[in-house]
């Protein structure tokens, strides 16, 4: 089989397994999203972010919408990563230009022992049948990534009680009382853990853990308070039927100091933000995991040929060897023109054919 035999269908998958592919695949952080107007007209039909994202047909369609838009290599469920402490009864709500909000955040003891794994069949159906719509409204066109945020990312919304710069009120939890942050956190990685394999059972065909608030912590606190309920969270995965064959991709934005670690995880990729040279990136990990990303969002800005020739410099970083995903480096911001995006996607597939020929 040559390499242009290969099946499009499939490039996202091969490159999580480090497989030759007939060029480099790529997907975008937050690919539905407000930048789309199609996005921005479903939503006001459904009336509120949270009506579209716990509603399944509505998820389905803008999950869908920019795969109509793009060829793009994978589509990811249209969902938050807030949806399980939503689940635990803490009343999430989005403020308008503020962000999210919980009404009830975990502050005490007695909180943490209140909290409870949701039913994935309950409280979480909501996603598990958006899921079972998309996968076979894509009808294997591209994979499904399904995905959840990671425990402690969950955490510090969950105890801060909305978006912050510095989660401090988590932190101080994590130095007087590390007993009960980990408690917190241990809870939050079994209910990652339910939720992730409900997915795989639902139709997910890669799982995406978002550590987006990792890098605020040092090194030792973050092996501590972050990785180490991230690397429980692969083993469960693993050791479960339904999940064990699917690819675990971590992306800890701000934490390329820790690479290797991450890669000691047991995942099959690791999402890299933009401050860090692929290269540099590829020799941290040692060829032993895919590495996904990482074109600064912002150049989404810049002119198609600046965009042209960014995409290509990170391309060249990777070099050409199997086990590149490109994405962002974080997810895409609402004021960039879709006809960018487009750009970004048909210079990744375009440039990855010369890669592969040369």
């Known amino acids: 089989m040559t390499m242009s035999d290969l099946p499009s269908h499939d490039r996202y998958l091969r490159a999580l397994r480090c497989e030759p592919a007939d060029t480099t695949p790529v997907w975008v952080m937050r690919q539905a999203g407000r930048y789309l107007p199609e996005y921005r007209a479903t939503r006001e039909r459904a009336g509120s972010f949270m009506g579209l994202a716990q509603n399944p047909e509505y998820a389905c369609e803008v999950t869908l919408q920019p795969l109509q838009r793009f060829e793009l290599d994978a589509a990811i469920l249209f969902s938050d990563i807030l949806t399980i402490p939503d689940a635990m009864g803490l009343g999430l709500s989005f403020a308008a230009g503020e962000g999210p909000q919980f009404a009830r955040p975990v502050r005490h003891a007695s909180d943490v022992a209140r909290l409870a794994v949701p039913d994935m069949d309950g409280e979480l159906r909501y996603v598990m049948d958006a899921l079972r719509l998309i996968r076979r409204e894509l009808d294997g066109r591209v994979p499904l990534i399904g995905f959840s945020g990671s425990p402690w990312t969950l955490a510090c919304y969950m ?29 939050l990685a079994r209910a990652v853990a339910s939720y992730l394999i409900a997915q795989a059972a639902a139709g997910a065909q890669a799982l995406m853990i978002f550590d987006t608030w990792g890098g605020l912590l040092g090194p030792a606190p973050f092996r501590e308070f972050s990785l180490r309920y991230m690397t429980q969270i692969v083993a469960r995965l693993q050791a479960d039927p339904a999940s064990r064959e699917l690819p675990v991709t971590l992306f800890s934005k701000g934490a390329t100091a ?18 860090i040279d692929l290269a540099d990136a590829r020799a941290a990990v040692n060829g032993r995991v895919a590495l996904q990303g990482n074109l600064d969002p912002a150049i989404l800005r810049a002119t198609p040929e600046v965009i042209r020739r960014e995409v290509r410099a990170v391309m060249d970083s990777y070099g050409n060897h199997p086990g590149h995903v490109f994405n962002l480096g974080h997810g895409i911001t609402p004021d960039i023109d879709p006809e960018h995006v487009k750009v970004l996607v048909d210079e990744v597939h375009a440039y990855g054919r010369q890669l592969r020929e040369q």
């Open 258 to 275: 820790h690479l290797a670690a991450l890669a000691d995880s047991g995942c099959a990729g690791l999402g890299v933000d933009w401050t």
């Open 159 to 187: 105890v801060e009680g909305r978006g912050s710069k510095d989660f401090a009120t988590l932190k101080t939890m994590c130095w007087s009382q590390p007993k009960l942050a980990h408690q917190l956190l241990d809870t």
